[in-house]
């Protein structure tokens, strides 16, 4: 017959008393432009403020973070500052990286060969 374990709540009456605690942190991302990003933390705590490079993001005050079309100017770092009864503490910042689309530097050059000649730009 197997043994039930027994579960106390010490541990969780211990913690949830004590927060803000966070038990897991956003992490870094890298997209494409026009691409979903979302940053998300798990935490024990009254309220959350999400910031970008420092500053409070108006209305991310939840759990989760998203970006629905991340364009270049949304790169930066992202961290949420969790309050709770004994105060406040922040994740650590993870990073969203949007790449840049190619960009072509120097056009193509016209070029003018005969027929069975090597052709070359360089």
Do not use: H, K
Not at 40 to 62: C, K, L, P, R
């Amino acid at each position: 017959m197997p043994i039930a374990a027994a579960v106390t709540t010490t541990d969780l009456t211990f913690r949830a008393a004590n927060d803000p605690w966070i038990v897991e942190q956003p992490v870094s991302l890298s997209v494409n432009p026009g691409q979903s990003a979302a940053f998300t933390t798990v935490a024990v705590g009254t309220a959350y403020q999400w910031q970008f490079n420092g500053n409070n993001i108006g209305g991310a005050t939840s759990s989760t973070y998203s970006i629905a079309s991340a364009a270049v100017t949304n790169a930066g770092s992202y961290a949420c500052v969790i309050s709770g009864t004994n105060g406040t503490v922040a994740t650590t910042a993870a990073t969203l990286s949007v790449n840049a689309p190619p960009v072509v530097t120097t056009p193509p050059a016209s070029l003018t060969v005969t027929q069975e000649q090597a052709a070359s730009s360089a």
